[in-house]
Each structure stands twice: as C-alpha cells, then as structure tokens.
C-alpha cells in the first residue's frame, strides 16, 4: 500500500461514471479527489456533488461506522478505490487526524507514545467520550 494518508488529495481518471485504472489510454477526464479513510487494502474517496460515479456509496451511521469516515461525511457520497487507480498524489496534507475523534487537525504532530495524535479535547474529556 502507498504511503497516502487520510486528507491527502489524489489525482484519478473517470470514464463512463467509473474510476478506471491509472493506466488506462481511455478516460474522460481527470479529477482530484480526497482521501477519507483506510479500508480493505484500499481507500475510501470522497465523491462531491458536481460529479456522479456508478459504484458510489451514500455515507450514512452503519457505513460511516464500517469504513472509519468521519462523522461530519455522513449524508455525502463517498467511492472505494485501490492504488492502482490512483494516477499521483495532488497534494498530501499536512497533519494527522485523532484517534478517538477522527478529527484532522492541520500541522498537527503525534504526541502519543505509539506515534500517535489524540487532540486535546479527547484527552481533556475523555470521560465525555
């Protein structure tokens, strides 16, 4: 697997309603797409509105549970690709995003013993959590 990591922006080609693959001589256009989680040897794009793919699923509280998606997607779209369908990395963005919350937080640096972030609500009230 690729080093991409959630919020990062990748660069795919579309034909016919359907991500193909990064090396297909036959597209309709290209299109940037972000990363919105790790799933089964893959990853999870967010799919906005302006453009419809056949295989898209709408993100609701089962699925959202399924895939690791953030809360805040739920009601969008979102389309599940793998590395071969992913012709370069637009831009990879910097920070990471909190275990407990799944919130990205920009310039964000690990600051768990694990090399991980937990924000600092999550660790100011956890018993909120």
Same mark, same amino acid.
């Given at each position: 697997?690729?080093?991409?990591?959630?919020?990062?922006?990748?660069?795919?080609?579309?034909?016919?309603?359907?991500?193909?693959? $990064?090396?297909?001589?036959?597209?309709?256009?290209?299109?940037?797409?972000?990363?919105?989680?790790?799933?089964?040897?893959?990853?999870?794009?967010?799919?906005?509105?302006?453009?419809?793919?056949?295989?898209?699923?709408?993100?609701?509280?089962?699925?959202?549970?399924?895939?690791?998606?953030?809360?805040?997607?739920?009601?969008?779209?979102?389309?599940?690709?793998?590395?071969?369908?992913?012709?370069?990395?637009?831009?990879?963005?910097?920070?990471?995003?909190?275990?407990?919350?799944?919130?990205?937080?920009?310039?964000?640096? $690990?600051?768990?013993?694990?090399?991980?972030?937990?924000?600092?609500?999550?660790?100011?009230?956890?018993?909120?959590?």
């Amino acid at each position: 697997m690729a080093t991409y990591a959630i919020g990062d922006q990748v660069v795919c080609l579309v034909m016919d309603a359907a991500i193909v693959s $990064a090396t297909s001589a036959n597209y309709e256009f290209r299109h940037i797409f972000d990363i919105l989680s790790f799933y089964d040897e893959g990853y999870m794009i967010y799919v906005p509105i302006s453009i419809v793919l056949k295989d898209s699923v709408r993100i609701v509280d089962e699925n959202a549970y399924k895939f690791h998606i953030a809360k805040k997607f739920i009601g969008s779209d979102a389309y599940y690709i793998n590395d071969y369908k992913i012709v370069e990395l637009y831009k990879k963005m910097d920070g990471m995003c909190c275990t407990t919350c799944e919130e990205f937080y920009q310039m964000a640096v $690990a600051n768990q013993p694990d090399g991980t972030l937990k924000c600092w609500s999550c660790r100011a009230y956890k018993w909120y959590l």
